[in-house]
């Protein structure tokens, strides 16, 4: 491939022009000023359809378990700052993502540990896998956390992790938008000049404030880009889930899907993150589409195998896997009796914000994917 | 006081013109071509304040519920369409208000009764007070009720309110904007062809499918101008009311308030009417303040009393009560020991949509009015 | 008519009870306790569709501007405080109202005048009729005034009128919210400290600040519910009727129409009050139609006539004339050589923010109403 | 430097760890389950503050015009598809950038010329530099273009450019968010079925429609993520600019500053991309500021300089030049007589909404850079 690779196409309206002397004369002189020829990229910057640059993957958490816990021996907090194993998706090491433009990563606290305090303009979720006693502060507000539980740490807000003495050792999922941030160009990070804040507010202040059911506080006001409701438990997700189960047919693509809201907008939780939880229901065997956008998701309860892009990936509980933007894919709940639910981390609300969602229906072969 | 009386004040910037003959033979000119001079109404229809022609009243359940069981023996459904005893005011008897432009009534139902299901541009909620397998349909979504319940029949929606026949005789309280509609000359009635509506999905489903704390169900629209939680329940409300209880001071104002909010706007639950719920906690006095808007109340828990206008309105569990706008409140638990509660019904969406609200707090004498 | 009419109707789910002695004993007793039995008035206040209580009327200019200028002989500016001639509709003498809960007015002031400051909840449009000179202060900005110029003095703002003393007698009309900020009990008047405004900005600064097509100023904030761009002129109004009348067919019952707005929002130009101007083409004939909301025509340009509810009213340039809630009316060009234009005030707004805005075209005879 | 390097800052609350041989060991184990250690990266992929990959640059009119001229005679508009020279940073040669996420190109078209008709994910202005007769189509309405209009074709919309056979050769600039759609893995082409679009509109009928002063045209719906006024004009922007400067002291920043908009939602012209035009006056030296977001300048009238981190840019009519995010930035008019006009192309749309926008003013020196 010469440096001048035109991309060309022989099809109507698409560049398609052979090297000539004159022209790659001309190229060169472009460069001069700092230009090129657009001819010879328009096909490659204008593509027919998007190709992800993410591999689909499953971090399995029985496999990642033991070197997370092993990280606690291995350094200490001061000098790691957190003892996190990050999520590399194969094609996307060069930004340190687990998919698209989204981190992901494990972390483990002893008990008595906090991490010291900070903000960034990337956003967070911290999703509790095991343990007892974790919690967080965010921005003065303290939030206690258990498994399946998930809190926000969004854009800007100082924020701190920790467990009680009282707890036990515990493991949670980091999910960041941090190489999209860095990617717009935009992060920003600060230590809290104390390296501790002070808690204000009752424990749990704005889930008990905010996540009521059909009812607002008179007279809070909130108006920031993301959710007040700093804390979505597990108790009340699965029984919203079981409600609502009972009366839709759900969705052909996702089963029983609910996506977390910012109660006051009934919005994203986050402007660049959004979060869902599906439930499969016993011996579902829901159909392929694909949508622009990115999702990590963390199987939250029971066992399957998910179809992307023609492929099996088979998962269970606490696992972690990725569907890269536009690929097909397929969930499918491996129990005739339970049911299973995925918790999904995206990207969807920038496609939405953006204009940029598009969605697909896989129509052959009953909407199941063949396996390649 | 004569014809032309001219509402004179001698005060810079208002009108004050005497009358004589040549005005008096001016005034009976322009009545001719349909017009007037503005000075001689100025004052009056500007007034430095707003007063209201509602009064304050108290309608004891104690009182009106003979009655309201006693229409059972005086009229059929089908010749009285609903059995129902209306709030009348005193000031709003011209449009049968309970306040302003509210409307109030007591309805009751036998068990295996059900109305002819009907429509108009008025907007209802229906607040259950007493009784066993008290339903409403709305649009073929068929609802459950229980005390404290209530239920939205909005603008434009079929509606029939019935009780199963393995339940016992309901009582409820009805509140519409019927005066308001009518006044803004915009209503619109319809007897259903059927005279009964099919239903059409599971039972409940709508409050399943939206009533979920910080969760939506993806990809179901909702774009009507009211909330699709056509049923909020007592229970949640009550539990809601604690937990945001235990972080806030609460208003100086009315104690916990919470309001009911449409949850895909987080705005009111209809265009025209809101409801809220407020505890006032075990021995609390709130302070006074005053607003536009009209306040419907209704004593769901607890028993205590308000103070209007420099009168006490002493209220028990079930009593209805009016606040009429810009008449100085404060509300005052009776008990010690147990909470109460207060179920508002106001027109303060169209006060707040239109720009009219205004609010002032009292600030004399501790902001506890002296009583006259 | 008995005191216990009870508006009875033959027709299944209406009320339709006959008075006994004993159900009259019964509403005697119910009104003790300041209530009432619905079914006596379930008729009459859920109507089959609006009745307005207002009448078609057509104020001449002709015949009323002589009498406007008569005012000015009779009464002083510090007696009168205004010197206007209000349009008093026979069915809403009660609340001195043009048309529905909208006051009209015609005012004159003489060169050099000036109105004393002052500000309420009550919305005003000024539609400038005659003379030069004119100019208004709004919350310390100063516009000026020509022929079919109107200028917004909303909810809140301090405001004053007056007429330059290089100027001529000034005609205008007024329009204002007062019956219905009134009727919602919501209406507060404050006569301004000083009387006079401090002028503190640019002339016309909000209208070139803000009235720019496709452009906002970038930087300059504004939430307030009502539009910054004070002043709306004629000639940009009517330069944009012909272009975007070279580009649609218009609408059937209303030629090119345009509705004024406030440009942060594209909703209407104050919360109650809503503003248009609609072009007749020449030899328009547009098909009747009726919906919810009362209207105030003014004719800015040309002549014609107007069919309301089958009675034919006649116009030309400065006429004044109404149509009720929900009446059939229909718009006639009266030239096939020149276009006519007329601006109309109406609650509009108010109707589509509470939901209760319905619209129906007349279908029979090819949509012309029959004269009755 | 090391495969695994890590990145270590000796400061609170950043990782710190150096490499052992068991942490190296670690880190290849860890690559086996597509993982690594976040304190390895850590510092690096949350930096302190943003350091754009962008490099400031100016593209002289003067210097690229004949090389775009050139291309006529090297290329066919069919084997080319379009003949464009587009701007490379050099900073971001990979995604083909003028800067940040942006495209920016030459394209020159003759007379009679019409490329093929397709549609893509990204979003597009064209801006007009020079010649007469050009058009564009989109989504089948035409709309005519001088020197300094410039027109949508938005995301997802058909759409082709010409020059009417009475015209001459036409230069415009295009700027696209290719790059940043692509990043996004978000981007589709097609190619029009029939090459060519039929015109169904009138000529310039979207911004006679919706590009009128304070009016919008009653009964059309427009609610798509884009501006329906698709073409905007340079002299109404002018006079606009001129009204605007009347009344205000202007951005210290930016002088007279006005966003093109949508006029149906007062935010940016497209979701993806915004315009704005600024006007420094004669003699302006504005202060430097920074913020997040890349800018595209384009110089519509006169001439100057810009600061842009400590280092001067030299610009007249029709140069480009970009500013990097995060950059310090600050604009001189070189005149004393005349002002100047800068076009600006930029994704602050996208940075707001997500959150991510963050300025700062330069406050030493008094605001101005010393050049470095």
Known sequence: MSKHDNHREDVVGRANVEDTPELLAYYSELERFKAGALWTVANKIEPWQPKSQSEPVVWRYRELREHVLRSVQLVTPEKAGRRVIYLNNPGRTDVAAAV????????????????????????AIRFIIEGTGAYTVVDGHKMTLGANDFVLTPNGTWHEHGVEASG????????????FVNAMEANFYEVHPD?????????????KTWGNPGLRPMGEQWT???SPMFKYEWAPTYESLLKYAACTEGSPFDGVLMEYVNPVTNGPVMQTLGASMQMLRPGEHARAHRHTGSGLYHVAKGEGYSIIDGKRYDWREHDIFCVPSWSWHEH???????????FCLSDL?????????REQAFVD??????LV
Do not use: F
């Open 332 to 342: 499918v709940n491996g129990s005739d009796r339970d049911d299973a639910c995925l």
């Open 365 to 370: 072969n009953g909407g199941i994917q063949p």
């Open 168 to 179: 036990s050792p515990c493991i949670w999922q980091d999910g960041l938008d941090i190489p």
């Open 195 to 207: 390296l501790r804040q002070a808690v204000g507010y009752q424990v749990d202040d704005m889930t």
């Open 349 to 357: 609300p920038v496609m939405r914000a953006l204009g940029l969602y």
């Open 100 to 123: 698209g433009w989204i981190y992901g990563g494990l972390q483990v606290m002893n008990p008595g540990e906090v991490a010291s305090a900070h903000r960034h303009s990337a956003s």
């Open 224 to 226: 920031k880009g993301y």
